[in-house]
């Protein structure tokens, strides 16, 4: 039993140090994008312009909305991403437009722009075409003659500033809008769940779901010109590149772009592939190497999804452990130590990951400490369990041998409560690996990559690539804490 | 070698109230009483596993307190009630645990289990066994193997036999009584049984509401009890009968 705990530990570590060297590697430049098509196509742009010209480059995808593009910006969590002229005055500066932007984004944030990319990529409202025939709606304006059409906008248009509040008051609006994911929107507009969605012009299912889009006849919707947004030090860490991803500048126009994503929703074209393509339409060769197969893309999720869960479960067994004993030593210590860790337990995953952006910023090590903190409750109840479990006469027996509190703990009450702290570490384990798909939320990668990818694309292959290799893991973690057991 | 004066203890429903006794070195007495009358909590007071509410205890002129407790402990061998073996450890581990833990050598640790083993006549193998794998006499010799090994001056047994059948106990009893004899230990041995205790130790305490009411042989507690509890008690197990079988 003492040989396996001993086996186990050394396992563990090993397998930490092997696994962090997966994230040892500083990426020179680090791409971000929103969570929809268009924002991870530009995205793959700049990280195959940044490769070409000579910078490790990575791509973290759809790591969320605007407000976490730009926190990760502004914290050095990511180096650049595609953003809107629009988006930056109404959301991000909440100013009135002016030919000023780029010198205030560069004195007072530190951030710099490149020229608009050569599409402007506004919000519009679309209304199925046989509607717009039959109700004679051709323009925003017509819309307050129906009350009672049904509105469905992607959930962040209905919060904007920019957004719905704003196209309310100015065309007086007596509908009542309801929240929701914009790819569902289109399907929901299709089976005519929904009446109106609100578009981005450039977006593919316009042309594929033949949708009428009403004219902005009181021009409300500011411009969204498609540009790159970059910290300023990149400049230094990487000119060629920088040099580069300001040359795009009009190369984009509105057609290409539409274009590109259908490539991608419709015909489901890879994004690397799309935006390969088109850097060579430019007259730019780059080398994205070959298509990761499918077998290459689990491991590389594998091999991410191991760290998160390896990490933080390795430091969960170091802290929970000794406050466990702590626990169980002080029953006054032991019930607010119980309490505490039990309250962390309750926290909803996403809102803990949501916490941990503003403290720690995006990707693994967020991840990790949320992984972490769900980790203690089921090591430390059972460590505390397994110590107070001891027989009364068993732990006399040990003090009256004349051990030491120290030589007691780890000749005796440890080794005898072994099993019980197995079986806490074997139930984080088997958590952790099904929590974790959660982290793609926030850039830590992972199977729960593919199934956000999947979700965008409704794609069921991508979902599944993300699911079984989880649910195969959390058995084979199961499976091998009770081959342990029969040692 | 041991002293025990005025000791006082409020616990639960244990109630002790001022005991005082004295063994010799190399005697050993068998203290008796009723369920629950604070046998096991005289032991534990012994031992330094609970602190008294008054009164004091002396091993060798030294005081028992928290402090001196744990190096004094080296020198007491205690079996717990029900032997009080780690089931994880096999006999042999039990035993030499503190001894290892204490940086004994292995030659050292080695002869003194083979010395013990045929103490306790226990075989090799049994030693390589864990306490689920041997029987209830086979565990009680281990543990008594374990109280042994550091060679105290004293030994602590609390109803060590509890829970065997007759026959094993009977030639335990036996066993024990020659141990203390030939190793010219100092022992207090806490049993319920009247005839265990005239069996095992050269002296009887009585215990009653947490006082030593007598204190002789068997003999003296017949012919002369000081109390009519001890009158009570030693009718209960008819001891006439047994004293004319010797």
Same mark, same amino acid.
């Given at each position: 039993?003492?040989? $396996? ?18 994230? $040892? ?8 994008? &929103? /969570? ?47 953003? @809107? ?23 007072? /944030? ?12 506004? @919000? ?16 925003? %304006? ?5 009350? +009672? ?28 809008? *309801? ?57 230094? *860490? ?20 539409? %274009? ?33 197969? *499918? ?16 990490? %933080? /479960? ?98 005796? +009450? ?11 570490? &074997? ?61 | 070698?041991?002293?025990? %004066? ?66 004094? *402990? ?79 001056? /004293? ?49 009887? $305490? ?13 003999? +003296? ?26």
């Amino acid at each position: 039993m003492r040989r $396996a705990y001993k086996l186990m530990v050394v396992a563990v570590v090993a397998l930490t140090f092997v696994l962090t060297s997966a994230f $040892a590697p500083r990426e020179s430049v680090v791409v971000g994008s &929103k /969570l929809f098509t268009e924002a991870v196509i530009l995205g793959e742009v700049a990280t195959l312009l940044a490769a070409s010209n000579g910078a490790e480059a990575v791509h973290r995808r759809q790591l969320g909305g605007t407000r976490v593009l730009w926190n990760a910006l502004l914290n050095g969590d990511i180096d650049v991403y595609a953003e @809107y002229t629009g988006t930056l005055y109404e959301e991000i500066l909440q100013t009135n437009p002016s030919p000023q932007l780029a010198a205030t984004l560069r004195d007072s /944030l530190g951030v710099e722009m490149t020229g608009p990319l050569g599409f402007n990529n506004t @919000y519009a409202l679309g209304v199925r075409a046989e509607s717009a025939r039959n109700l004679g709606l051709s323009a925003i %304006s017509d819309l307050s003659a129906h009350p +009672e059409l049904r509105f469905g906008f992607s959930n962040e248009f209905v919060d904007r500033n920019d957004g719905w509040p704003l196209l309310r008051s100015a065309y007086r609006l007596p509908q009542q809008a *309801r929240g929701m994911d914009h790819d569902l929107a289109y399907r929901g507009l299709a089976a005519g769940d929904i009446d109106v969605m609100d578009l981005y012009t450039t977006d593919a299912e316009i042309a594929y779901y033949n949708i009428a889009v009403l004219e902005d006849d009181a021009r409300v919707f500011p411009t969204y010109n498609a540009i790159y947004v970059f910290r300023a030090d990149l400049a230094t *860490r990487a000119p060629a590149f920088v040099d580069a991803l300001r040359a795009l500048s009009g190369t984009i126009p509105e057609s290409l772009m539409v %274009s590109m994503n259908r490539s991608v929703k419709i015909d489901g074209e890879s994004e690397s592939m799309v935006a390969q393509r088109y850097l060579a339409s430019i007259g730019i060769a780059v080398d994205a190497g070959e298509e990761r197969s *499918r077998l290459a893309r689990i491991a590389l999720r594998t091999r991410e999804h191991l760290v998160l869960v390896g990490i %933080s /479960l390795f430091f969960a067994i170091l802290v929970s452990i000794p406050l466990g004993i702590w626990a169980a030593r002080s029953p006054r210590v032991g019930v607010v130590i119980l309490g505490l860790v039990g309250v962390l337990y309750t926290i909803p995953s996403l809102a803990l990951l949501a916490f941990m952006i503003p403290l720690i910023g995006i990707g693994g090590p967020p991840a990790m400490v949320a992984l972490f903190l769900y980790s203690l409750l089921p090591i430390v109840r059972n460590t505390h369990a397994g110590l107070t479990g001891i027989a009364p006469r068993l732990s006399e027996s040990a003090e009256a041998l004349g051990l030491s509190a120290f030589e007691k703990l780890r000749h005796v +009450e440890l080794p005898l409560s072994a099993r019980s702290i197995v079986a806490g570490i &074997k139930t984080a384990a088997v958590i952790n690996v099904g929590t974790a798909t959660l982290g793609a939320l926030i850039g830590a990668g992972g199977y729960g990559q593919p199934i956000l990818t999947g979700i965008r694309l409704d794609d069921v292959g991508l979902i599944l690539e993300g699911a079984v290799p989880a649910a195969l893991l959390a058995l084979l973690v199961q499976g091998l804490f009770s081959i342990k057991r029969y040692h | 070698m041991l002293t025990l %004066s005025r000791i006082s203890k409020r616990y639960d429903t244990t109630v002790l109230d001022g005991v005082s006794l004295d063994v010799a070195a190399g005697d050993s007495i068998a203290v008796i009483g009723a369920s629950g009358c604070g046998k096991s909590t005289l032991l534990r007071i012994v031992n330094g596993l609970v602190a008294p509410d008054a009164g004091s205890v002396h091993i060798d002129g030294q005081p028992m307190t928290s402090d001196t407790a744990r190096k004094l *402990r080296r020198r007491i061998g205690y079996v717990v009630q029900g032997g009080g073996l780690f089931p994880h450890l096999t006999a042999a581990g039990n035993v030499t645990l503190a001894a290892r833990v204490f940086g004994w050598p292995g030659d050292k640790i080695a002869k003194r289990i083979s010395e013990l083993a045929e103490l306790v006549r226990l075989t090799t193998a049994q030693l390589d066994r864990k306490p689920d794998e041997l029987s209830g006499g086979q565990n009680q010799r281990v543990a008594v193997m374990r109280a042994l090994m550091l060679d105290p001056d /004293l030994l602590l047994m609390d109803e060590p036999l509890a829970g065997l059948d007759p026959m094993v106990r009977a030639s335990l009893q036996r066993e024990l009584r020659e141990l203390f004899v030939r190793l010219a230990k100092t022992v207090v041995f806490v049993t319920h049984d009247l005839v265990e205790a005239d069996v095992v130790a050269d002296r009887i $305490a009585l215990l009653d509401s947490g006082k030593i009411v007598q204190q002789g042989t068997l003999r +003296e507690l017949v012919e002369s009890p000081a109390t009519r509890f001890v009158g009570d008690f030693v009718q209960a197990y008819r001891v006439p009968s047994v004293l004319a079988d010797r």
